[in-house]
């Protein structure tokens, strides 16, 4: 089995992550309403500064790390590099760990349903968009 990890793909793959997450949670987009549900205003934000974002960047270069090495221990296997199966391990990887561990949290913390949905929404786009750019460049 050859594991080949494209460094420039989980890049691009990191930023194109960033990139979703910004257009994601802008006030036009769900923004409003996840500020609305999880209390977060501007004061609040200025406060944090930039850690949280930069906890994103470390935490998305990581996930995307490891996506590539799946979809490298896939495509080994099934001795095939098709786009598809990048697709299709994203989304197996999202429902597997992402979906069902941030459901489960917000479940026992009694958080909101649309909470949950927002951030899986999320999720569920980036962990796609990130195996379509490691599919794209594998």
Do not use: C, R
Not at 6 to 32: E, F, H, K, P, R
Not at 90 to 96: D, E, K, P, S, T
């Amino acid at each position: 089995m050859e594991l080949s990890i494209n460094w420039l793909a989980v890049i691009t793959a990191t930023v194109a992550s960033m990139i979703v997450a910004g257009v994601w949670y802008q006030d036009w987009a769900l923004g409003l309403p996840w500020k609305k549900i999880t209390n977060i205003d501007a004061k609040k934000a200025d406060k944090a500064g930039n850690t949280p974002m930069m906890v994103v960047l470390i935490v998305n270069f990581f996930t995307a790390a490891v996506l590539a090495v799946v979809i490298s221990i896939i495509a080994s296997y099934f001795n095939t590099s098709f786009l598809w199966l990048a697709l299709g391990t994203g989304v197996g990887i999202w429902l597997a760990f992402s979906a069902t561990t941030l459901l489960t949290h917000n479940m026992f913390e009694q958080k909101s349903f649309k909470l949950t949905l927002i951030n899986n929404g999320y999720q569920l786009v980036m962990f796609v968009v990130m195996a379509f750019v490691i599919g794209l460049m594998q």
